[in-house]
């Protein structure tokens, strides 16, 4: 009996050891094999469309939609828009299948994001092994790019600066211009919020200011019991949430409660439909670009494809990697005269320039790392009517 289950259990290790290779050999193959540009490309956003940060995907995708629809036919391209859903609630595991079922699919060249830091950690070896680029329009977590132990591959790109500029900018910000002495950091036990936490947190405390570090689950509704640890001289409440509803409860309670702190939220609460508590404070990667007269006509041609929907923050970032993605598909197929591979494109990534780059200037690449050159954060103020007025 012993040598049977012996021989039985054998048999089943080089089974999956087979299938495994099996596997691996599939992808190697739909990643290697060349596709004609002239076919049909499957272009996928991987972001949250449900649960607390759908706002999220809503506001990406339309930006997206639209860039697909406007910039594809004149590269000469044919291109289907797709949606991927990673609910931040659920952690890695959406991300995680999403990056499995797009390198299966042989008409996906690149991918766009994943918009969240802990999805593109989750997911970035998977499309690193099948070289596929993906390219991220919110993802801020410093060590995708950059460190000695980075939490994304070669194949990962942002058209955004990361917290490594999000975080000094926040903090300077509370030091020199608001004069903290006493600020408050919690935390939502998740790559984007630690890391944004540290990073601010090391500038507070470098420069004398009073800090207290809290930590919550990402499921957390109630903030109350929090609120109760806030002390009742502090000044500021950092808040780098990713579902901007949770910043206005938790404004909201610390006024309930009689505290004087304001809420200051990273750029994952930057939403003016729900985070609107007047005099709190919010960071974001991108300006205002309906002040950009470069960009008249996108956000015109945005706007009447979106009747009645505000241009907001995360939309032309979107937009701005999209346009990314299609023309680095276009390099790679004119190099390879009518026909490419996923490594092409990913090779082509860097190779793209933006004149007149829909969030101010000009599109370069740093050449540390996959980061856009000289991007910057920008700091705005919610006023009483819940507008946001650019402020530092």
């Known amino acids: 009996m012993k040598k049977a289950i012996g021989l039985a259990l054998a048999v089943l290790a080089t089974s999956v050891v087979a299938a495994s290779a099996q596997g691996s050999n599939r992808i190697a193959a739909v990643s290697a094999a060349g596709v004609n540009c002239k076919s049909t490309i499957t272009l996928p956003l991987v972001t949250p ?86 390219i991220s329009p919110s993802a801020t977590r410093t060590s995708l790019t950059q460190g000695s132990s980075k939490e994304a591959t070669p194949a990962f790109f942002r058209v955004v600066p990361g917290d ?15 004069k903290v002495k006493k600020v ?22 470098k420069a004398g200011v009073s800090t207290t570090r809290l930590s919550a689950p990402n499921t957390t509704t109630d903030y109350s019991a929090y609120v109760t640890k806030v002390p009742s001289d502090a000044d500021i409440v950092f808040f780098p949430t990713q579902k901007p509803g949770d910043a206005q409860t938790f404004a909201q309670q610390l006024v309930e409660q009689g505290k004087k702190a304001k809420v200051f939220g990273g750029d994952g609460s930057n939403d003016p439909s729900a985070f609107k508590a007047g005099g709190s404070y919010v960071s974001n990667f991108a300006p205002d670009i309906t002040g950009i007269k470069a960009d008249a006509a996108i956000v015109a041609g945005w706007k009447k494809e979106n009747p009645g929907k505000a241009v907001g923050s995360f939309g032309p970032p979107s937009y701005g990697a999209t346009q990314v993605a299609l023309n680095a598909i276009a390099l790679a197929c004119k190099a390879g005269h009518g026909t490419t591979t996923r490594q092409a494109v990913l090779s082509s990534i860097k190779k793209v320039k933006i004149k007149n780059w829909i969030l101010g200037g000009d599109l370069r690449w ?15 103020q919610i006023q009483s009517n819940g507008a946001y007025k650019l402020v530092g």
């Open 184 to 205: 408050v950091l919690l935390d939502f036990q998740e790559p984007y919020s630690t890391g944004l936490s540290d990073s601010v947190e090391g500038v507070l405390k």
């Open 49 to 134: 469309v449900t649960g607390g940060a759908g706002f999220l995907g809503a506001e990406q995708g339309s930006w997206s939609k639209y860039a697909v629809k406007t910039l594809a036919k004149p590269l000469g391209l044919k291109v289907k828009f797709v949606l991927g859903d990673t609910p931040v609630e659920q952690g890695p595991a959406p991300a995680q299948a999403l990056a499995q079922k797009y390198v299966a699919d042989k008409s996906v060249l690149v991918v766009l994001g994943p918009s969240t830091s802990g999805a593109v950690a989750a997911s970035s070896s998977t499309y690193y092994a099948a070289k596929i680029a993906h």
């Open 164 to 178: 490594y500029i999000q975080g000094p900018s926040d903090a300077n910000f509370m030091i020199k211009t608001l």
């Open 366 to 380: 740093s050449t540390k790392s996959n980061d856009p050159l000289n991007a910057k954060f920008y700091i705005f």
